[in-house]
């Protein structure tokens, strides 16, 4: 059988307090309610860009400008491998409202606060090389 691979794309935005915006995953969605990065799967034919911001617009309704890729990761989970790619972002409009569309709940939060909520293990990766946690 052969193992599916995934490509997922997630946002690192930053709002003027220096605190990362993270979301709760829908209580029906794969791995229920944990927190993550916001972003998700990259379409066919689509670039990693163009599928982050066409994730948040989805998730959120919030216009984005992608910039620099931050970290590349790759996870194994039981049945799926994940090839997860997270970029530097910025809303467009900073005072952009920021809407459950597709998303259980939102929160701003300061890197050392991350640690009070459950990740997704592709997730958990990123954050501890955000952390510096893996040297």
């Keep these: 059988m052969t193992r599916r691979h995934v ?3 997630g946002a690192m935005l930053q709002n003027d307090q220096g605190r990362y915006l993270i979301t709760q995953r829908p209580p029906k969605a794969t791995l229920p309610l944990l927190w993550e990065f916001p972003g998700g799967r990259v379409e066919e034919g689509e670039d990693d860009a163009a599928a982050l911001a066409r994730e948040l617009q989805e998730e959120m ?19 799926y491998d994940i090839d997860f790619r997270v970029f530097r972002c910025q809303l467009s ?3 952009a409202e920021i809407q459950h569309l597709r998303v259980h709940d939102h929160r701003w939060v300061a890197l050392e606060e991350m640690g009070q909520y459950r990740f997704p293990d592709a997730d958990a990766k990123t954050l501890a090389r955000l952390l510096d946690l893996d040297h």
């Design 7 to 9: 490509r997922v794309v």
């Design 61 to 79: 309704g919030v216009r984005i400008v992608v910039l620099e890729q931050v970290m590349h990761t790759h996870h194994e989970y039981p049945t």
């Design 93 to 95: 409009d900073r005072g």
